[in-house]
Nanobody
Framework: QVQLVESGGGLVQAGGSLRLSCAASGRAVSTKALGWFRQAPGNEREFVAAITYTDTTRYADSVKGRFTISRDNTKNTVALQLNSLKPEDTAVYYC????????????????????WGQGIQVTVSS
């Protein structure tokens, strides 16, 4: 059974930083694409960042230059470094993993992901 567990969320002031981590079990992440999404109250879950198994990355325009996605295959984790945080970054953040292996296509849409974490709250105060 595949399980994804996020950690590292919390409350931070605008301009601050957080590092989210997502630990996977039941599948090795080394051959998979991984992503981060977020959902603010009243909004749909939106794409934030993705990384392929070859470490190609893609970011939403709203976070480009501020957030960095990375993977650690030895620890079976994916991380999201959040810098220069803004109040509009406040949301529940979800990590996700595809079931397809060895794909070089960056999955930007929710249906592309088979596995999801439970989500973790990030709150940015002004």
């Amino acid at each position: 059974q595949v399980q994804l567990v996020e950690s590292g969320g919390g409350l931070v002031q605008a301009g601050g930083s957080l590092r989210l981590s997502c630990a996977a079990s039941g599948r090795a992440v080394s051959t998979k694409a991984l992503g981060w999404f977020r959902q603010a109250p009243g909004n749909e879950r939106e794409f934030v960042a993705a990384i392929t198994y070859t470490d190609t990355t893609r970011y939403a325009d709203s976070v480009k230059g501020r957030f960095t996605i990375s993977r650690d295959n030895t620890k079976n984790t994916v991380a999201l470094q959040l810098n220069s945080l803004k109040p509009e970054d406040t949301a529940v953040y979800y990590c996700a993993m595809t079931s397809t292996s060895y794909s070089v296509t960056l999955p930007l849409q929710r249906p592309s992901y088979a596995y999801w974490g439970q989500g973790i709250q990030v709150t940015v105060s002004s």
